[in-house]
C-alpha cells in the first residue's frame, strides 16, 4: 500500500504546477517526462523522469532492505516476491494514481525503475533497443512500445525469477493499453515524432 501511494504521485504535474502549468491541458496531455520536457524544457524533463524512476526505486529497496536487516525470518523467495510486488504495486500507483481520481501517466519511466532493481541486465539491453528504435524511426512511443513488449523475452532468456518474469509481462500489458492512443496514431501516421518537437523548438528560438 506504501508502495502504490509513492508511485501515486504525480511528478511531472507537480513540477509543471510549480510554473504555473498544468501539463494535463497541454502537449500530449500525459504527466511523463516526454510531455513535460516538450512543454517545460529539459531540466524539468529529466527532473520528471528520475522522480518517476524514484517511485519505483525507493519503496523496492526500502522493503529489500527491511527483510534483510530487520531480523524477519523469510527466505530468499519471500523477499524476491515482497520486493517484486512493491514495484508493481508503485508501478500500479503510477498509471492509476489515486491523487489524480485513478488517472497516470503511461508508466515507461516507472517501469524502468522497476526493473533497475530487479534485473538491470536487461534494463541495459532494453535502453540500447530503445534508442536504436527512437533514432531510426523518430518515434518516443515506439520505442516504449518494444521494449515493453520485448522485456519479459530478456528477463526470461537472463534466466530471471519468475516473480521477474511475470511481473514484466503484466507491465508490458498495462503499458500497451495506457498507449492505445499512440498504436492508433502510429498506424494512422499522425504520431509525432521526436525530431518534430526539436525543429518546433528550433523555429521557437
Known amino acids: 500500500m506504501i508502495s502504490y501511494l509513492i508511485g501515486s504521485i504525480p511528478t511531472g504535474l507537480v513540477l509543471s504546477k510549480a510554473t504555473g ?23 524539468l524533463g529529466v527532473l520528471t523522469l528520475v522522480g518517476d524512476l524514484l517511485k519505483a526505486v525507493i519503496p523496492m529497496l ?9 531480523g524477519t525470518a523469510v527466505d530468499s523467495h519471500e523477499v524476491d516476491l515482497a ?20 488517472r497516470g501517466g503511461k508508466g515507461v519511466a516507472t517501469a524502468l525503475g522497476v526493473f533497475m532493481v530487479l534485473e538491470p541486465v536487461a534494463v541495459l539491453i532494453s535502453l540500447v533497443l ?53 498504436i492508433k496514431r502510429l498506424f494512422a501516421g499522425t504520431e509525432m515524432q521526436w525530431r518534430s518537437h526539436k525543429k518546433e523548438e528550433n523555429r521557437a528560438k
Open 130 to 182: 530503445f534508442i536504436a528504435v527512437v533514432y531510426f524511426s523518430g518515434y518516443v512511443a515506439l520505442g516504449s512500445l518494444v521494449v515493453s513488449a520485448l522485456m519479459t523475452v530478456w528477463i526470461w532468456l537472463l534466466k530471471g525469477s519468475p516473480y521477474h518474469v511475470f511481473l514484466a509481462f503484466f507491465i508490458g500489458v498495462l503499458i500497451w493499453l495506457k498507449h492505445a492512443d499512440n
Open 21 to 43: 502549468i498544468d501539463i494535463r491541458k497541454s502537449g500530449s496531455g500525459n504527466i511523463g517526462a516526454t510531455n513535460v520536457t516538450r512543454l517545460l524544457g529539459k531540466k
Open 83 to 102: 520486493v517484486s510486488l512493491c514495484g508493481g504495486a508503485a508501478f500500479l500507483g503510477h498509471i492509476y494514481s489515486v491523487y489524480l481520481k485513478f
Open 62 to 70: 526500502t522493503a529489500h532492505w527491511y527483510f534483510l536487516r530487520s
